[in-house]
């Protein structure tokens, strides 16, 4: 047993001190929690080399009881982003997230995946992999090195070793909050802001219709009303050549030159024209 364990504030006998320890069911519940995190192994980008080295000998995770990284996420419970974060990637993060068992931690480890890094703003990347799952420990760095690593787990150590087993998430009432997967189409959709999207949608409308309620009047008046201006307006349709428009325009122009000949012909006749 080690010696953060023992409570000062309980006397223990100097002869009994190397075969009793009293604690808290709590502290020694967080004490095995902290000391065997499993991580889910899986690696985005450039951070990864440098999380797969911290697991390597030369740093030996093993002595935070860490090495043991599972391939799947229903026996890990702690997740490491290390890389960067497309939008095309963000949807299978969430849904790993949410197949990992309570208690679950997120570990930020990098510029990207902390908010985009060197890619923030870009057409594909995600600004921060935390404006959809929520992360325990930031990590900064480009990448960072193995020592930064191991100090977020060290921090999130901590962390655990804070948390109360009367107010953690994972022993309230009713079912825990499963994350909503973002859907990927025709770009990145947190279903969560489907309100909001709806609500502008329905006001970028509502403008467009107003806008075009208030031009109406003003095309009216502005409408040619004589054959001879509607026959000189030259109209551009869309998809026609300059060519095709000028053969139009003459094919309409003996069509009129036929139609008048038979109006004056039949007026000098006295008859209807033909
Ligand atoms: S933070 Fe730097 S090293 Fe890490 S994934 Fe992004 S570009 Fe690569």
Same mark, same amino acid.
């Given at each position: 047993m080690t010696d953060d364990l023992l409570n000062p504030d309980i006397p223990v006998p100097e002869e009994l001190q190397s075969n009793i320890a009293i604690t808290t069911v709590e502290k020694i519940y967080n004490w095995s929690r902290r000391s065997s995190v499993w991580p889910m192994m899986f690696g985005l980008a450039c951070c990864a080399i440098e999380m797969i080295c911290t697991a390597a000998s030369r740093y030996d995770l093993a002595r935070f009881g860490m090495e043991v990284m599972r391939p799947s996420p229903r026996q890990a419970d702690l997740m490491i982003v290390s890389g960067t974060v497309t939008k095309k990637?963000?949807? *299978?993060?969430?849904?790993? !997230?949410?197949? %990992?068992?309570?208690?679950?931690?997120?570990?930020? %480890?990098?510029?990207?995946?902390?908010?985009?890094?060197?890619?923030?703003?870009? !057409?594909?990347?995600?600004?921060?992999?935390?404006k959809f799952i929520p992360v325990d420990v930031y990590v900064p760095g480009c990448p960072p090195t193995p020592q930064a690593l191991l100090h977020g787990l060290i921090k999130l150590q901590e962390k655990i070793e804070r948390q109360s087993l009367r107010s953690v998430p994972w022993y309230q009432k009713g079912p825990g909050e499963a994350v909503p997967v973002p859907v990927l189409w025709p770009d990145l959709i947190d279903p969560r802001q489907v309100p909001q999207i709806k609500?502008?949608?329905?006001?970028?409308?509502?403008?467009? $219709?107003?806008?075009? %309620?208030?031009?109406?009047?003003?095309?009216? *008046?502005?409408?040619?009303?004589?054959?001879?201006?509607?026959?000189? $307006?030259?109209v551009r349709k869309p998809g026609l050549t300059p060519e095709e428009i000028a053969r139009r325009q003459a094919l309409a122009a003996q069509r009129r030159a036929e139609r008048e000949a038979a109006l004056k012909q039949a007026s000098e006749e006295g008859g209807e024209p033909k």
């Open positions: 990637m963000i949807p *299978q993060i969430v849904r790993l !997230y949410n197949q %990992m068992p309570e208690p679950r931690y997120v570990l930020s %480890m990098g510029a990207c995946a902390n908010g985009g890094g060197p890619f923030k703003e870009g !057409y594909n990347v995600v600004s921060g992999v935390d609500r502008m949608a329905a006001e970028h409308l509502a403008t467009l $219709a107003a806008g075009v %309620m208030a031009a109406a009047p003003a095309a009216a *008046q502005a409408q040619p009303t004589t054959e001879a201006a509607q026959s000189t $307006a030259p």
